[in-house]
């Protein structure tokens, strides 16, 4: 089991707003939707932070390789 830091990225003022909106809807989504909405969120924070792609799942709390299928 992984830790999630997206708790805190969703509220960090050091995160861009549409990061943080899009780890947000992630976690609103419903339990289906989630974990896709979730790979969009970290797609969008390595986007918009240049963190590498396997940190940002790390971060957010993704398992390694595709969760979704």
Request: aromatic content about 2%; hydrophobic content about 45%.
């Amino acid at each position: 089991m992984s830790l999630s830091m997206a708790p805190l990225l969703m509220h960090s003022e050091h995160v861009p707003a549409v990061a943080r909106a899009a780890i947000r809807a992630a976690y609103a989504a419903p339990p289906a939707r989630r974990c896709a909405e979730l790979e969009s969120a970290a797609r969008m924070l390595h986007r918009e932070t240049g963190l590498a792609y396997d940190d940002v799942r790390e971060l957010i709390g993704l398992p390694e390789g595709a969760c979704c299928t």
